[in-house]
């Protein structure tokens, strides 16, 4: 490669049994230095119902949301978006109850959602 050039890796993750699945690589350049990766991945049964997180890696749990200014009367959306990775329909519901806690608390709405 060329110095500042750029090279994707495509690495396939398919398994034949349910479970989790961890693979430690280490990626090298010839009598140079190299870089390890961490990849996870679990396998979920065909007929099983899930939801994730996007658009990131299936895999991941937590979303950070964006700062936003202390007294911004105008602060800005921002969306976590869900995916059904899964073969079949699923149905979900969202617990509403510690952000209505939340805003009691606060005597404002400080966060508020939409489905």
Known sequence: MLPGQRQPVRILYRHD???????????????GKGVRVELEGR????EAKCLSL??????????T?????????????????LRNPSATDVRYTVDEAPVR???????????????
């Open 101 to 115: 806690a939340l805003n009691a608390a606060a005597r404002t709405d400080l966060v508020s959602f939409s489905a």
């Open 54 to 63: 996007g658009p990131g890696p299936a895999a991941c749990t937590v979303h």
């Open 17 to 31: 049994h349910v479970g989790e699945h961890a693979l430690s690589a280490l990626l090298t350049v010839k009598d």
């Open 43 to 46: 396998t979920v049964a065909l």
């Open 65 to 81: 949301l964006a700062p936003v200014l202390v007294g911004d009367q105008e602060s800005p959306a921002q969306a976590i978006e």
